[in-house]
T-cell receptor
Framework: AQTVTQSQPEMSVQEAETVTLSCTYD???????LFWYKQPPSRQMILVIR??????QNATENRFSVNFQKAAKSFSLKISDSQLGDTAMYFC?????????????FGKGTKLTVNP | EPEVTQTPSHQVTQMGQEVILRCVPI?????FYWYRQILGQKVEFLVS????????KSEIFDDQFSVERPDGSNFTLKIRSTKLEDSAMYFC??????????????FGPGTRLLVL
């Protein structure tokens, strides 16, 4: 069974600075997807970024980028130029690419606070 | 941009009552999911649905739960006899492409269920 671990329950960062959220996962699959979802106080789940395991290049979306280390099974999220609106819970998630429904397996989340 | 919608946004019910949570997935998506999030905990997979049948379900999804796509647009989750521990946020998701992007799961805003 796949597991996702987020070892930082809470983090804080000053506005305009950079912060990195950690995520590790365990799987025997070779092909899979990894995601970061953001959950603001409204509790909506918003996709931040997605990475295909077969791609060596790290995904980027504007101020958000990942450091994907497949051998180490590590998938960290870097937020540059942090903004107050980035304050939220961040969930790392895994899904298989085949042989199933591609359900998402989530970590427990990291609560990020951006301070003015 | 098309979105997943869910109704109601909040529901309060008495223990033992039946509840039906409704979702309208994005129209060209083919895979549908229900997840739940107990307050303060991680998001957990309940069930996935494809081609009018369940493709995968978790241990949580016992005989008290059922899903249905009654009319080709709505996707419902029914809890037959609610328990206190069913109190949670329930998220619907659909998987597919949106606005030319990559295939991924898009979440609705959630239904907050409180069982008294």
């Amino acid at each position: 069974a796949q597991t996702v671990t987020q070892s930082q329950p809470e983090m804080s960062v000053q506005e305009a600075e950079t912060v990195t959220l950690s995520c590790t996962y365990d799987t025997s699959e070779n092909n899979y997807y990894l995601f970061w979802y953001k959950q603001p106080p409204s509790r909506q789940m918003i996709l931040v970024i997605r990475q295909e395991a077969y791609k060596q290049q790290n995904a980027t979306e504007n101020r958000f980028s990942v450091n994907f280390q497949k051998a180490a099974k590590s998938f960290s999220l870097k937020i540059s130029d942090s903004q107050l609106g980035d304050t939220a819970m961040y969930f790392c998630a895994f899904s298989r690419t085949q042989g199933g429904s591609e359900k998402l397996v989530f970590g427990k989340g990291t609560k990020l606070t951006v301070n003015p | 941009e098309p979105e997943v919608t869910q109704t109601p946004s909040h529901q309060v019910t008495q223990m033992g009552q039946e509840v039906i949570l409704r979702c309208v997935p994005i129209s060209n998506h083919l895979y549908f999911y229900w997840y739940r999030q107990i307050l303060g905990q991680k998001v957990e997979f309940l069930v996935s649905f494809y081609n009018n049948e369940i493709s995968e379900k978790s241990e949580i999804f016992d005989d008290q739960f059922s899903v249905e796509r009654p009319d080709g647009s709505n996707f419902t989750l029914k809890i037959r006899s609610t328990k206190l521990e069913d109190s949670a946020m329930y998220f619907c998701a659909s998987r597919g492409r949106r606005a030319g992007g990559r295939e991924t799961q898009y979440f609705g805003p959630g239904t907050r269920l409180l069982v008294l």
